[in-house]
């Protein structure tokens, strides 16, 4: 089985540059990966749930990249089945680049970290926008009832591809929630004693 992923990014020109850099070869090891990197495993499935944000790139009809941050309450990223993610989209600033972009372009690429864990997962997808009113039934399945935005639209995303990237560079960083695993307070949480 091809990889999915690495036909789609090991461009001429991305073959070009790892020839120049003198790493074609080992590019090539990973092209020839025996691995579905087209259908999310439970391991895939059980990261997607645990995480409270994602980068989301699109690129406008002016040929520009754009990336935004998702965030919404852990697990809102919902995984449908092995293909398809899915999430309630909350009113922002308004100016609905990503959304507008979409129009065109229906290509997207996500990227999912775990700072603490020092993972990445980074996924290739097309985009289909459905307004929240539209679909009641899927609303009701994304939606968390506890979280105090009211979604606009639902965002489907049709996986094409999807890549775990080595945890090389990436700064372990910790939430308020994962100090409190560990028995520590945040820095940054109010101080119960002195009543703040």
């Known amino acids: 089985m091809a990889r999915k992923y690495t036909e789609l990014t090991f461009t001429d020109g991305v073959k070009s540059a790892q020839s120049h850099f003198g790493s074609r070869a080992s590019a090539a090891q990973v092209e020839a990966w025996?691995?579905?990197?087209?259908?999310?495993?439970?391991?895939?499935?059980?990261?997607?749930?645990?995480?409270?944000?994602?980068?989301?790139?699109?690129?406008?009809?002016?040929?520009?990249?754009y990336v935004q941050f998702r965030g919404g309450p852990a697990g809102f990223l919902k995984v449908i089945d092995?293909?398809?993610?899915?999430?309630?989209?909350?009113?922002?600033?308004?100016q609905y680049i990503s959304t507008g972009n979409l129009r065109s372009n229906d290509r997207v690429a996500l990227i999912l970290m775990d700072y603490a864990g020092r993972k990445r997962l980074k996924v290739m997808a097309t985009a289909e926008?459905?307004?929240?009113?539209?679909?009641?039934?899927?609303?009701?399945?994304?939606?968390?009832?506890?979280?105090?935005?009211?979604?606009?639209?639902i965002v489907t995303l049709h996986v094409v591809a999807f890549d775990w990237n080595c945890p090389q560079h990436i700064t372990p960083r910790y939430t308020a929630s994962e100090w409190e695993a560990y028995g520590v307070r945040h820095p940054a949480a109010p101080n119960r004693r002195q009543g703040v």
Not at 34 to 49: G, K, M, R, V, Y
Not at 140 to 146: E, G, I, N, Q, T
Request: glycine content about 4%; charged content about 35%.
């Open 129 to 153: 926008i459905i307004d929240a009113e539209a679909d009641p039934e899927l609303l009701a399945r994304v939606s968390d009832p506890d979280y105090r935005a009211r979604p606009e639209r």
């Open 34 to 65: 025996d691995i579905d990197d087209q259908h999310l495993s439970p391991t895939e499935t059980a990261f997607i749930n645990e995480r409270d944000g994602f980068f989301m790139a699109t690129v406008g009809e002016a040929d520009w990249p």
């Open 82 to 94: 092995p293909e398809t993610l899915c999430f309630a989209d909350f009113r922002g600033n308004r």
